[in-house]
Nanobody
Framework: QAQLVESGGGSVQPGGSLRLSCAAS????????MYWYRQAPEKERELVAS???????IYADSVKGRFTISRDNAKNTVYLQMNSVQPEDTAVYYC??????????????WGQGTQVTVSS
């Protein structure tokens, strides 16, 4: 079965940078759009950014100019480069991918989430 594994989370000071990675593995056929979501304590999960298979990107207004989403199709990996982070960026970050696997059915696949904490 297809699965997503995230890495790169941790603690960082305000103004610092962090890069999150999410790699799809398993019975991967075709990976279409990939996404980064985040969920802060007592808040709804929100879409941070997404990137299509050909590279088209969409960003939430709150992260425009600070975060950059990218992907490496050869590695089935999506990245989120987080610059100038602020305490408001503290959240659990989740990746998602639209996948047509070699075994199974087309659908949305989620990572387990990785904690990002921005504090002094």
């Amino acid at each position: 079965q297809a699965q997503l594994v995230e890495s790169g989370g941790g603690s960082v000071q305000p103004g610092g940078s962090l890069r999150l990675s999410c790699a799809a593995s398993g019975s991967i056929g075709r990976v279409y759009r990939m996404y980064w979501y985040r969920q802060a304590p007592e808040k709804e999960r929100e879409l941070v950014a997404s990137i299509g298979s050909a590279g088209s990107t969409i960003y939430a207004d709150s992260v425009k100019g600070r975060f950059t989403i990218s992907r490496d199709n050869a590695k089935n990996t999506v990245y989120l480069q987080m610059n100038s982070v602020q305490p408001e960026d503290t959240a659990v970050y989740y990746c998602k991918a639209d996948i047509y696997p070699t075994v199974g059915r087309y659908g949305e696949y989620w990572g387990q989430g990785t904690q990002v904490t921005v504090s002094s």
